[in-house]
């Protein structure tokens, strides 16, 4: 009797309940399409190499989750200064430097990233003031807005020279 009675209601009000089936997945697919096109940068990794107490290397692997491209054009660790200028990592020619894998230059700026774009990234923060690396917001601004990663324990990341050498190796391009 409950089945007859089911039928008979699908009969007569297919077309509204289709009608409302589609109203909520078209509202749902558009919300799903605005929220993917917002910047959403993702950092997955990073290393800390400190060279002295105010001056630091940051090398990190950033995703763009979002469906738009996007532009990062600098960055900011609190209230050290982003060295912005490409360069070689620890500042030495190739004639300075004994180790081929020190010729790494640092990241280029602006970086263009397509969505759902893997980079890595090495860059150089310096401070007139002894960096702690202990509570530190990493701010990465975009062309759209800035992303930024609060309370990031730097000192959990921090390696030794020749670790940060076989991460950036490995990673940086």
């Known amino acids: 009797m409950n089945l007859n009675l089911l039928m008979k209601f699908l009969s007569h009000n297919w077309s509204s309940i289709l009608t409302i089936i589609s109203f909520f997945l078209s509202t749902w697919l558009t919300v799903l399409k605005i929220y993917s096109s917002f910047t959403n940068l993702k950092i997955q990794d990073f290393k800390i190499f400190k060279i002295n107490d ?26 050290c200064n982003f060295y912005r200028a490409q360069h070689h990592f620890l500042g030495g020619s190739p ?14 700026f602006p970086i263009n990233l397509n969505s759902h774009e893997t980079a890595d990234l090495l860059l150089e923060f310096v401070s007139t003031n ?33 670790d940060f050498l076989k991460f950036i190796s490995s990673n940086h391009k």
Request: include cysteine; proline fraction near 3%; charge should be positive.
């Open 95 to 108: 004639q300075e430097v004994s180790d081929p894998l020190q010729y790494i230059l640092t990241s280029n």
């Open 54 to 79: 105010m001056d630091i290397y940051l090398a990190i692997t950033i995703t763009n989750q979002s469906s738009q491209n996007i532009s990062i054009c600098n960055a900011k660790l609190n209230h």
């Open 130 to 162: 002894p960096i702690d690396l202990s509570n530190q917001s990493l701010q990465l601004i975009t062309s759209k807005r800035k992303a930024k990663r609060n309370n990031l324990n730097l000192s959990a990341a921090e390696v030794n020279f020749n």
